[in-house]
């Protein structure tokens, strides 16, 4: 990462293109980011801060500078911390999904955000992979928190009377996950 970037190159192109806005692509849903960050999993093979070089020419040509940050699907962070994952119907933890009501949204989702705009000055910020990415959580705090919000058993199977209350329930905390981070990123 880094290696083919150049100022001329990114000056050429803004030049040309004209745009309004430009979006780094700054974590994916493997979960490497695409700068030296402190606080998730850099990219192997960095050579160059690509992310700077782009601030840096944005700025001096007034385009802003977004970056694109895959949400709760983050692959790495689910394998340096499987307690973080998403877990279905039948116990087993997802190798992708972050779970809601776990700790990875104030643990790694805001901190690394917070720590990208504050290091390279960022306009925004797009996170991808969230609502057609998240699923239903089986997870014991899901369960948990089910209970406690309904005193009900969380259902184990579609044909549970609670099972349409459970899947509002997840609806209602991934919309609450997002609220949060979006709240604590715009403090």
């Keep these: 990462l ?14 040309r293109v004209k745009p309004d806005y430009v979006q780094y692509d700054c974590k994916g849903h493997p979960g490497w980011a695409g700068y030296a960050t402190r606080i ?17 020419l944005t700025a ?5 500078l977004y970056i694109h940050y895959s949400g709760i699907w983050d692959a790495r962070a689910i394998e340096l911390h499987p307690e973080w994952a998403l877990v279905d119907q039948k116990g087993r933890r997802d ?5 809601p009501f776990g ?12 720590e990208a705009a504050d290091l390279y000055d960022l306009d925004g910020v797009w996170i991808d992979g969230e609502c057609w990415a998240i699923k239903p ?12 919000a309904t005193g009900k ?22 919309r609450d996950y997002i609220r949060h981070y979006c709240d604590e990123i715009h403090k």
């Design 137 to 148: 959580d089986f997870s014991d705090i899901a369960r948990e928190r089910f209970q406690q």
């Design 153 to 174: 058993r969380a259902p184990d199977c579609p044909d549970d009377s609670t099972w349409g209350a459970y899947l509002e329930f997840n609806r209602q905390a991934f």
């Design 60 to 64: 001096a040509n007034n385009v802003s």
């Design 2 to 15: 880094g290696r083919d970037v150049s100022e001329e190159m990114i000056a050429s192109l803004l030049k």
């Design 95 to 99: 190798a992708n999904l972050a779970s």
């Design 40 to 56: 998730g999993s850099p990219s192997p093979g960095i050579t160059r801060d690509s992310l700077a070089v782009w601030r840096k």
């Design 103 to 114: 700790p990875y949204v104030d643990q790694l989702l805001i901190p690394q955000i917070k």
